[in-house]
């Protein structure tokens, strides 16, 4: 049971970054950095977008998955644990794929399959 528990701190690490990212991705459809020339109107923009409550929330989540990677530090060796963020490009292909349509070729398949089947490799270590 420990096992399943410990191991769930890196899977809050990667699944709040996913999630900051997908959101900070969602909410930057609506913008574009193209229209703003000037330091002033950039320093503008960016304190725009500090005040989106989307973007603050994808903050949030950001800080949380820093805080889960600090307690999986203290559970597992980092080079068997770090290996699991690489979930993280596998969850983003499939959220970009359902959430914002974007395509899902074959090179892109294999190459998560190619993750996945490393992260396996790399689990078998503990």
Not at 47 to 63: A, D, E, G, V
Request: net charge positive; charged share 10%.
């Amino acid at each position: 049971m420990r096992f399943f528990i410990n191991h769930f701190y890196i899977l809050l690490t990667v699944t709040f970054a996913v999630a900051s990212q997908v959101i900070i991705k969602w909410q930057m459809q609506y913008y574009s950095f193209e229209n703003y020339s000037t330091i002033l109107e950039k320093f503008y923009f960016a304190s725009k977008l500090l005040i989106n409550p989307y973007i603050l929330l994808s903050i949030f989540l950001t800080l949380l998955s820093g805080l889960s990677w600090m307690i999986a530090m203290t559970k597992f060796d980092i080079s068997y644990a770090y290996p699991y963020t690489s979930l993280g490009f596998v969850l983003i292909l499939v959220c970009s794929y359902y959430f914002f349509g974007e395509t899902l070729s074959i090179y892109k398949i294999i190459g998560v399959s190619c993750i996945v089947l490393g992260i396996l490799i790399l689990s078998r270590d503990l």
